[in-house]
């Protein structure tokens, strides 16, 4: 039988096989595994049938706790389930997974496994989270390469049904799951082979069912609950057997054999290493490579991990191994060893104690760990570990792929082994998020490996950054299957599709001598050369590269095809590489851009050829002079008469420094290093020991991806302050200062006078950060001062910024010097506030994002007493993705503590800060009052006393409490030293909870509700972007009627969660619903009262995000519209009215003047559902048109609702 | 009394029509032209920039932020089929098709002779039984002559010509030079019928803001004159066959209309200011004046004071400025 052969990622190869087999999928988002929920989803959503012929039924839950729960039941009720997850997901089923196993379930779910967040959260691959089942009595099955990800799939629902144990099948996040690569598709038939439908009818009978009822989930007490859990173990014992059997008739159907433990190596192997996972193959590349060479090594990988078989173990090992390093991709703090080390150990003593050993001599183990959070594991590396085997005492615990130089545990490896052949097409590709790199080689690949014999893979690697993001592409091309599960590192081609690049990155690292380099240049095959830095010029020329340049950009333009540039750099990768005759290549393009294009229209198709036609014309070859940096000789070689003279190779460009030599020494040694992409080779001694991070970096990080920037034109500035307050990453300010201060300012300086009274005679200034600014044109859509002749120019006009750019950062390093107005004569409103130093700056959060204006204007008010408890998710992201960090200080040493504790529990975990914070001030207060003998009643009395609702009252309190630490100093008494300890919380604290809709909404909401629940003086602010952001567009319960999500393709039916309203049921919660680009005064004014109210708050905050589909830079537009439409009515429910007898509900909105339907149009989240079926689009926009004046109705009516007198019944305890 | 006309080689029972607008969009709109007594309809236009921006702004929305960052490599669902713009457009033709006993015409706007013209091939598949191609241009390009323009107008008809079998109606703007040397231009190239006139979106300042903001005001009958003068000047001097469109309002629009050589009238304000009801209004009323004043069909009206047959054809051109200029007391 011939299969089809696919080209496609471990994840989806996953799904693919388990929507086919299973009826109900219950699932929730989590990075790496996201997409085969994804995917099962909308393969549901059009139709596609199992392979029973019935469409599977998908759920998105609040959790995976909840996830859990609902596949627990649906398998209860006698459904095939399944469901997808990693990490801490996979964590928060552990009690489920208990159970499910307890009852002898027979269910598998598939894990891409990846890192528990330990010192940090990691979204990359290991088997931290999966090794935290080892207990749960699921099997657990490691696949290691996308065509084993797809059989093991398979495996796994076809053993379960026999064994009753349930699976957790498992493969390397992203390096298998995102890993694209060609393999073979297992039809409906195999599957319908393989699931063997009177062990799906034994399943089904099982089942809770009232036909013929059973108990389960009973309580069981001492007299009966060992012996019952004891009951189950038969089934423990045969699944071992059992699994063999079914990859038995898998190997007879499909012809793929696999056992539990497969053998790979010499057959009289001394050394062997055993691994489970991606890890195998690499390995496996190295012992064919060993072996060929004579080398008597093996490799034995893991495939059934749990139950663990000693006798099939000891069976797979050759009887001359001597010594086994057993490598393990976690780690277990404290523990003898890892866990699969542990696991081989026991083996061996047991299989010796129970006479099934057959060695020649009992084999030495040793354990080392690799690869945490998807760390690189190559050839090189397995090399090290299989020459640690061969040294006289080789290291029973050790790691490798990094230098540890604290324990010395690492062992060393040789960067320079290298094993590819020769016949392998290896390429690397330097590309941004936004211009179509990844996308592009995805489709290469597929259009290699679909149309020709070859096999290929690509793994893409992103940086940290959401806006001006670098991917980084491998592929490679061969005749044989591809087992290279590690980056590429030498390259037959290299290709750097952003100029900027070359300025940042060692691009050419990758280049191997003679390897073709293509770049996306400005400058044409005459200058291109002269024009690069002369560290690039020299790897060229010491390479002999072979160099082209095409302006890809210009191209694009040319041929309408924007700033996406995919098309032709893809077109310049065929036409040069040569890893398919040209015409072919270019034949095959076309083809593919047919079938992705064709359906939306022959004018996007003609488009696209049109950019495949003008990117051949001007692609150039560049000759490339014997000698770099002398420009001169450029001039010769080049033949171009207009080059530079001989006096400029004095000048000859260098790449500029990661970061500036002003930098503060940890930045100098760590960050920069991480910058430059460069981490991998920091040592263990680098690193902070407890995941503790210095803030203020992210000044550093000079990222210069805008292409225009705004420039001020005082002239007709109004100073309203409105684009400072917009801007997303604080790179436009404005500033209030001494007219003094502007002696020895840079001659392009900009100033004038301030206008209004209360900083009369002052000087005024808006500036942007060139080199920080995201070119959003945020600042400059909001501006509202235009030119009364010629009201296309504004005060804020985008331009270039490449010409500015060192003018400008020279004027915002003076800039950043002026001293700031005293935060006491600043009036706290809109214009006000943004005279406060933002403690939340260059953020990586995504050009234009509505999420950061919030959090900066939090940092502006409070920043300098903030406690930060930020849930997973974007904030936590552009918050505290290494290698830098947005939050900052300023000029006291003051800003905001930030942390991340989990995306579960956000409002717990500030909740707890809180706790903290009062019985620390509560102590103090104490401790104050019994001292104050010493210390003089007239301070303690000011300190208990002080109010503290104002910055000028909070000033006040600093100066009190540093009297108060100079007179504890002089005391010297025990008591003294505690209350200096302490002194600092009688300065007012502000906590803030900051999340997304997908934690307020779903899964953070038990907590969340509780929390405010709780009377506590917590601010809650919720970034509602009525989506998950993060992960990818899954719906939340924020998602409003006729958007289309992820799990909800066709559009939500179902109104979106009034969580204001919920929480202004409890009466004593201050409740606002904000949006800065409709009203930004009434956002200022929400954020001071949710501050200054001594009990919850909660602050719903409208945030304009990519995953609606517009151009963010009408974001304002769109939030003035939400508000308008009366789709985002905004609002302050203050429970101190009720204190006055006013009604606590204030809209701050009017009723809405347009219909919602006008706000709908301009979002592609809408418009795809109207676009798929207009009928459905038309329905969902009336519910919503409905639910929009409803709701804005109740508002209006709640604010008449008379409130009871204020003097009967108002005074509220304190809390106790 | 009959109110029969031909229009496009489509045989009318009645002269009117609504012109191209949303009315067509709605079903229950249609039901209720139809039971008013219009004798074709005519759906609004689909633009050239709807349906090549429409395409390009998806994919751009959907692409530009794709592949990215390691959490998300897509932000939105994939569906199979995007019922663009277009494809809505076609379904409506279809609809109205079937659930209508009236000629259906559709109505293209574009000015270049790019992909969208495979448009007017699937608009005739869908089932129009003409088409009526907008060439809605405002000249703003001091580079871009007039013959420029008219060649291409004159292009983009002979295209859609060529990739149809329907007929094919113009729809002209006033603004060109020789508009009767145009009208026979397209005559020759095979345009059918041509419709007079399109009327623009009109500028507006918001003074306040300082911005442009685009209004289109109803039409009301000050317009038609512009319209009779053009009917009576092309009437008998072009094959195709003429409509008029905008300043229709009252009975005597129609029948001035008709005198000046109107096969049809369009009827959009109209129609949105006082319902469908209107049209069987104006029907009953044209049969009422016709009965007065003794006509036995439309046709023997039609064109009776067209340039070529008036009493007095200066009245129509230059004279006529200068007499109504004359006439002015100040």
């Known amino acids: ?1216 | 009394m009959d109110l029969s006309t031909s229009y496009l080689g489509l045989r009318l029972f009645n002269p009117f029509m609504p012109g191209a607008s949303p009315m067509a969009d709605h079903m229950d709109w249609v039901k209720r032209l139809e039971d008013a007594g219009a004798a074709a309809i005519v759906l609004r236009s689909l633009f050239e920039e709807q349906i090549t921006r429409e395409r390009e702004g998806m994919i751009h929305h959907m692409e530009i932020t794709a592949d990215s960052f390691a959490e998300a490599v897509s932000y939105f669902p994939r569906p199979d089929d995007f019922a663009f713009g277009p494809d809505q457009y076609l379904n409506q033709v279809r609809k109205l098709k079937e659930a209508v006993n009236l000629p259906v015409i559709a109505s293209l706007n574009g000015t270049t002779p790019e992909g969208w013209l495979e448009y007017a091939r699937q608009i005739q598949e869908a089932g129009a039984d003409a088409l009526e191609l907008n060439v809605y241009f405002l000249a703003t390009n001091p580079a871009e002559s007039g013959v420029v323009i008219e060649k291409r107008i004159l292009e983009v008809t002979r295209l859609v010509k060529q990739n149809v079998t329907i007929p094919v109606a113009v729809k002209l703007s006033p603004f060109l030079s020789s508009l009767s040397h145009f009208a026979q231009q397209l005559d020759l190239i095979g345009a059918d019928g041509l419709v007079l006139f399109n009327r623009f979106y009109q500028p507006d300042i918001d003074v306040e803001a300082l911005e442009v903001t685009p209004v289109l005001h109803l039409s009301d009958s000050m317009e038609l004159g512009l319209r009779l003068r053009w009917l009576a000047i092309l009437s008998g001097h072009v094959r195709a066959s003429l409509a008029v469109s905008g300043g229709v309002h009252t009975s005597a629009d129609v029948i001035k209309s008709v005198m000046a050589g109107a096969h049809v009238v369009q009827l959009v304000s109209a129609l949105i200011a006082q319902g469908p009801r209107h049209i069987r209004t104006l029907v009953q009323e044209l049969t009422e004046w016709m009965e007065k004043h003794e006509y036995a069909s439309l046709e023997q009206m039609q064109a009776s004071m067209s340039l070529q047959r008036c009493p007095d054809p200066a009245a129509f051109e230059r004279a006529n400025y200068m007499k109504v200029l004359q006439s002015l007391k100040v």
């Not at chain 1, 990622?9 to 997409?35: F, K, L, M, Q």
């Not at chain 1, 299957?481 to 990758?510: G, I, M, T, W």
């Not at chain 1, 930045?667 to 920069?672: E, F, H, L, P, S």
């Open chain 1, 1 to 1216: 039988m011939t299969r089809p052969r696919i080209t496609i990622d471990g994840n989806e190869a996953v799904a693919s096989v388990a929507h086919r087999v299973n009826e109900v999928v219950a699932i929730y988002p989590i990075t790496p595994s996201s997409n085969m929920g994804e995917w099962a989803d909308e393969w549901s959503a059009k139709g596609r049938k199992n392979i029973w012929g019935t469409i599977p039924t998908v759920t998105e839950m609040q959790s995976e706790a909840g996830a859990a729960g609902a596949v627990h039941g649906a398998l209860q009720a006698g459904a095939l389930t399944t469901t997808f997850t990693a990490s801490q997901g996979l964590l928060l089923m552990i009690p489920n997974m208990f159970k499910i196993a307890g009852e002898l379930t027979s269910f598998a779910m598939h894990v891409s496994a990846r890192a528990v967040a330990t010192h940090a959260l990691s979204i990359f691959g290991d088997h931290s989270d999966v090794m935290a089942c080892r207990q749960t009595g699921f099997a657990m099955l490691a696949s290691g390469s996308v065509q084993e990800a797809h059989d093991f799939a398979c495996i796994a629902h076809a053993a379960t049904l026999q064994a009753r144990v349930p699976f957790l099948h498992f493969f390397d996040g992203f390096r298998t799951s995102h890993e694209v690569a060609k393999i073979e598709q297992l039809t409906d038939d195999d599957l319908r082979r393989m699931m063997d439908e009177q062990l799906i009818a034994a399943h089904r009978q099982r089942a809770l069912n009232p036909e013929h009822p059973v108990l389960r989930g009973t309580a069981q007490n001492p007299d009966a609950f060992f012996q019952a859990r004891e009951a189950c173990n038969g089934f423990y014992a045969a699944a071992p057997a059992i699994v063999q059997e079914t990859m038995n008739k898998f190997a007879a159907l499909v012809g793929r054999q696999y056992h539990l433990f497969d053998y790979v190596g010499h057959p009289q192997a001394e050394r062997v290493i055993v691994v489970m996972g991606s890890g195998a193959d690499v390995t496996h590349e190295l012992v064919d490579w060993m072996v060929a060479r004579g080398e008597r090594v093996g490799l034995l990988k893991v495939r059934l991990y749990r139950p663990f078989s000693v006798a099939h173990l000891i069976a797979a090992l050759p009887a001359t191994t001597k010594r086994i390093a057993v490598l393990d991709r976690t780690k277990e703090p404290g523990a003898v060893g890892e866990p699969l080390y542990l696991d081989v150990v026991t083996a061996l003593r047991e299989a010796e104690i129970e006479g099934i050993s057959s060695f020649q001599q009992m084999p030495t183990v040793i354990g080392g760990r690799y690869g945490l959070s998807s760390k690189e594991y190559t050839p090189a590396m397995a090399r090290a570990v299989y020459d640690e085997l061969a040294g006289a005492k080789p290291k029973s615990h050790f790691t490798v792929g990094i230098l540890d130089d604290v324990t010395h545990l690492s062992l060393p490896v040789d960067p320079e082994f290298d094993i590819e052949p020769d016949d392998v097409v290896r390429a690397v590709f330097f590309g941004l998020g936004a211009d179509g790199t990844v996308g592009a080689n995805k489709n290469s690949i597929k259009i290699i490996a679909e149309e020709t014999d070859n096999y290929g893979n690509g793994y893409f690697v992103y940086d940290s950054k959401k806006s001006g993001a670098v991917t980084v592409s491998h592929l490679r091309f061969g005749p044989r299957p591809l087992r290279s599960s590690y980056l590429v590192r030498k390259a037959n081609f290299v290709a750097c599709h952003q100029y900027v690049f070359l300025d940042r990155y060692d691009v050419l690292e990758y280049a191997q001598p003679g390897a073709v380099f293509l770049l996306n240049s400005p400058f044409g095959p005459d200058q291109a050369f002269a024009e690069l830095p002369c560290e690039v010029q020299q790897q060229i020329i010491e390479k002999k590269l072979k160099f082209y340049v095409i302006d890809a950009y210009q191209v694009a333009k040319e041929t309408g095809m924007g700033t996406r540039i995919n098309t032709i750099m893809q077109t310049c990768f065929f036409a040069i590489s040569g890893v398919l005759p040209r015409d072919e290549a270019i034949a095959q393009i076309k083809k593919a851009i047919k079938k992705t294009y064709g359906k939306r229209g022959e004018a996007v198709v003609q488009q696209n050829f049109a950019a495949v036609d003008g990117t051949l014309a001007n692609l150039h070859e560049v000759k490339v002079p014997a000698t770099a940096g002398v420009p001169a000789a450029v001039a010769a070689v080049a033949g171009n008469p207009h080059a530079a003279t001989p006096g400029d190779a004095a000048t000859a460009r260098t790449r500029p420094p990661i970061v500036s030599p002003e930098a503060p020494d940890f930045v100098q040694r760590v960050t920069a290093l991480m910058l430059a992409n460069k981490g991998d080779l920091l040592p263990v001694s680098a690193f902070p020991v407890d995941g503790t991070w210095p803030t203020g970096t992210a000044q550093w990080e000079k990222r210069n991806i805008a292409l225009e920037i705004p420039v001020w034109d005082s002239s007709i500035c109004i100073q309203c302050n409105k684009c400072a307050l917009v801007c997303p990453h604080a790179a436009i300010r404005a500033k209030v200062y001494d007219p003094k201060a502007l002696a020895g300012a840079p001659a392009t300086f900009k100033s004038m006078d301030f206008k209004g009274t209360e900083f009369k005679g002052m000087k005024y200034t808006i500036q942007v950060a060139p080199e920080d600014c995201t070119g959003c044109t945020l600042c400059a859509m909001v501006c509202p001062a235009k030119d009364k002749s010629n009201p296309k120019h504004k005060s804020l006009d985008m331009q270039p910024q490449r010409p500015l750019r060192e003018a400008e950062a020279a004027n915002y390093r003076f800039f950043l010097d002026l001293a700031d107005p005293d935060r006491a004569k600043v009036r706290p409103d809109v214009k006000g506030v943004q005279f406060f130093q933002p403690l939340f700056e260059y953020s990586g959060a995504c050009a234009a994002c509505g999420e950061t204006p919030y959090v900066k204007l939090v940092t502006q008010l409070f920043g300098d007493r903030l406690l930060i408890a930020n849930a997973t998710g974007c904030s936590s992201i552009y918050g505290g993705n290494l290698p830098t960090a947005p939050y900052t200080v300023n000029r006291d040493g003051r800003g905001p503590a930030w942390s991340n504790s989990l995306f579960e529990d956000n409002a717990e975990f500030g909740f707890g800060m809180r706790l903290a914070i009062d019985k620390q001030a509560e102590q103090a207060r104490e401790m104050l009052v019994a001292m104050a003998g010493v210390i003089g009643e007239q301070l303690v009395d000011g300190l208990l006393k002080a109010d503290q609702s104002s910055e000028a009252g909070i000033a006040a309190q600093r100066e009190r409490v540093a009297a108060l630490k100079a007179k504890l100093v002089a005391l010297h008494t025990p008591e003294a030293a505690w209350l200096h300890k302490l002194a600092d919380y009688l300065v007012r604290k502000s906590v803030w909870v900051v999340g997304g809709d997908g934690w307020a909404y779903d899964i953070g909401y038990g907590g969340l509700d509780h929390v405010i629940a709780m009377g506590r003086d917590v601010n809650i602010l919720v970034l509602d972007t009525e989506v998950y952001s993060n992960t990818g567009g899954q719906q939340s319960k924020a998602t409003p009627i006729g958007a289309s999500a992820k799990f909800a393709m066709a559009g939500k039916a179902i109104p979106k969660k009034d969580l204001g309203l919920i929480a202004m049921a409890y009466g004593s919660v201050y409740v606002a619903h904000v949006a800065f680009g409709a009203k930004d005064a009434q956002t200022v004014k929400a954020l001071l009262e949710a501050d200054s109210y001594h009990g919850p708050s909660l602050v719903i905050a409208y945030s304009h995000c990519i995953a609606h589909g517009y151009d963010l830079a009408y974001g304002l537009d769109q939030q003035k519209l939400a508000v308008d439409t009366g789709y985002w009515p905004l609002y302050r429910f203050d429970p101190r009215r009720l204190d006055a007898g006013e009604n606590p509900l204030m809209l701050d909105s009017a009723a809405p003047k347009a219909e919602v339907a006008k706000y709908m149009a301009n979002e592609t989240r809408f418009r795809v559902v109207q676009q798929q079926d207009p009928d459905r689009y038309r329905l969902l926009l009336g519910l919503e048109q409905r639910e929009v004046t409803a709701r804005f109705s109740l508002y209006e009516q709640l604010t008449k609702l008379s409130v009871p007198n204020p003097k009967s019944g108002t005074e509220r305890p304190a809390d106790k």
